[in-house]
């Protein structure tokens, strides 16, 4: 199949990337001259496990090729993927599409014969029928069926997400449309994947009621852990006892600093946008972003109490800027708003990520970024650890002591266990233990 990306981001990227991978023949388009030179030359936009090695693979199969061309690149595809950012639009939240209204009228002035357009960016309800309306606007010949192919990929496994997937969401009711994306997606076959076809609304809702749900979970579990530290219980023990119910499941049950990233922040925002719109409003979902706003300056708050409640002239360690391991992702990290409040306190911020740094030089002033863990520790008065990545968890503890001025560790990711810790020698803070 001659498949088309319009945006060549993180979903573009990755889902083209393994596209090719299946044997499909695809071209990554962005508008983004830069973007599309780096990829020319084998650098990747972004930080993902094996994403260098997978575009290299199929650059050199013949397989993968990157244009700024939209026209000419999407001519003669059978489907083209629009997979461009939707963020949230200044003002009021809801999701910007002008680049995907943008690319559906380049789009609609290029194609020829039947061709499958498919929503791949995170859009509100009802983007589809705009879609379909600007290209038979823009071309009454055009020969295009819309469908939606919501994307599910977690950043850090985005890869083994795509090839073996949960499910794959398809929304559409043009037999045509669809027997083409089942032949894009055939090659999953082998692994069993579930199709699931659906109307293309109910599709589009499909995203952001999954993103909400997780995100519910995720800020569930972080209030039973404020609960847990009142009565003196492990909330690990509790995750894991409810999360042990096949109806509740266990994944999205560790406490934490809030959730952040590209897809959480904005998606309940989107959802809560349009079901204002609608008059359907979703209390559940605005607890949760309120909820888990607070949340990440109150665990700042929690490494000043630490520290005796006074950090005026004090240095703290932080271990992760990213949202969440293997990635370099800054969106609405909770490491943003740790350091602001430390900051706003007096505290000096010496910080290290694997590979975050230079994306967190962008949204984080006044920082010391540094070239290791212990570097950053060397003379602070307290290591917090923000991000779980691998990096953090085997740390060299008679090392980390030596390196402090003070012997305190404020774990937001629990990932260490207590004993061990304060046999150490300091004095331990978790979330939600």
Not at 253 to 270: Q, V
Request: aromatic fraction near 6%; include cysteine.
């Amino acid at each position: 199949m001659r498949i088309r990306m319009v945006g060549s981001g993180y979903v573009g990227l990755v889902s083209g990337a393994c596209f090719a991978d299946f044997g499909h023949e695809v071209i990554c388009i962005d508008k983004d001259q830069g973007k599309i030179d780096a990829l020319l030359a084998g650098r990747m936009p972004i930080y993902e496990p094996g994403l260098d090695e997978l575009v290299s693979r199929n650059v050199a199969a013949g397989r993968l090729s990157f244009s700024t061309d939209l026209a000419a690149s999407v001519k003669d595809a059978d489907a083209i993927f629009i997979a461009v950012g939707t963020p949230s639009r200044r003002g009021d939240g809801h999701a910007d599409l002008s680049y995907v209204y943008a690319a559906a009228k380049e789009i609609a002035g290029a194609v020829t014969g039947f061709t499958v357009v498919v929503d791949k960016s995170t859009v509100p309800v009802g983007t589809g029928d705009e879609v379909e309306r600007i290209i038979r606007e823009t071309n009454p010949n055009a020969d295009v069926s819309v469908v939606s192919n919501p994307e599910f990929l977690r950043e850090g496994a985005a890869i083994d997400d795509f090839k073996r997937p949960d499910r794959v969401v398809i929304g559409g009711d043009d037999e045509r449309a669809l027997e083409v994306m089942r032949e894009v997606y055939r090659p999953l076959y082998l692994n069993k994947s579930a199709l699931v076809e659906m109307s293309r609304r109910a599709a589009e809702l499909t995203k952001y009621a999954g993103n909400a749900f997780l995100a519910t979970k995720i800020t569930f579990i972080n209030e039973i852990a404020d609960l847990c530290e009142k009565v003196g219980a492990n909330v690990q023990d509790v995750a894991r006892g409810i999360g042990l119910d096949n109806r509740i499941g266990g994944k999205f049950l560790h406490a934490g600093p809030g959730y952040g990233g590209s897809c959480f922040p904005k998606d309940t925002l989107a959802l809560l946008k349009t079901a204002q719109d609608m008059d359907a409003p979703q209390r559940i979902v605005e607890a949760v972003v309120a909820v888990n706003d607070n949340r990440k300056r109150a665990m700042g708050r929690k490494v000043i109490a630490a520290m005796g409640g006074d950090v005026r002239g004090k240095t703290v360690a932080i271990l992760g800027l990213t949202f969440k391991p293997n990635t370099d992702d800054m969106r609405d990290s909770p490491a943003i708003s740790v350091i602001q409040t430390l900051q706003d306190a007096g505290a000096t911020v010496r910080a290290f990520d694997p590979e975050g740094t230079e994306q967190a030089k962008k949204v984080l002033d006044n920082v010391v970024y540094c070239e290791g863990a212990y570097e950053a520790m060397e003379g602070a008065d307290c290591v917090t650890i923000v991000t779980e990545w691998d990096a953090f968890r085997a740390l060299d503890l008679d090392r980390v002591k030596s390196l402090l001025s003070a012997p305190i560790m404020v774990d937001l990711r629990n990932v260490y266990p207590r004993d061990t810790v304060e046999k150490a020698g300091f004095t331990y803070h978790a979330v939600g233990r």
